[in-house]
């Protein structure tokens, strides 16, 4: 998902129950526009694992606090404010450095000495990923595990045009295992 899909997301979006997903929705009169606006508003299936961390983060960390449209952002500050389009890249750059999760760099660094472990320059560490680089990723993934390209499409709201040019990002070979097991025997 895009950054500003994430950033316009409301507590009353996300849909809990047997079957998760999130609301995403152009709201440009509050401040959350959609990049393709009424074009991109999806619900976006998410699986159980996803739903528990939202839950969980909603029940023991969400400040539960409206912004100034009297709506209830589902990504919250410590500060009870929306979160900003560059909090949630520094998160995710954050979140992908593996020391953070590991104690350890793959790239041998001493991380008492590494510029790249505090929050605002995790971008720094070269094995940290951008939103883009995620969301190009899971094009990818998706499109390899075999799913159709036209529902990656709408999922991600994306053309297919576009996907094929800048997000699928799969090797030669790849495609071909991909063509594979829709090929008939002649």
Known sequence: MRRSSLYG???????????????????????TPLKNKRKGER????????????????????????????????????HG???????IQRNVYTGTRPCHYTGECPMDRDLDECEATSFNTASKCPASVS???????????AL?????????????DMTHEIMEKHYDKATKNEQMERREEHLINI
């Open 43 to 78: 619900d976006v299936r998410i699986n159980k694992e996803a739903a528990g961390v939202i839950r969980d983060y909603l029940r023991f960390n969400h400040p539960d606090e409206e912004d100034e449209h009297g709506r209830t952002p589902l990504l919250m500050s410590t």
């Open 131 to 141: 939103p883009h680089a995620l969301r190009r990723g899971y094009v990818t993934e």
């Open 144 to 156: 390899n595990a075999g799913q159709p390209k036209e529902v990656t499409a709408d999922r991600v």
């Open 9 to 31: 997301l409301d507590k009353r979006d996300f849909e809990d129950g047997s079957n998760p997903y999130l609301r995403v929705r152009h709201r440009p009169d509050s401040g």
């Open 81 to 87: 404010k929306r979160c900003v389009a560059t909090t």
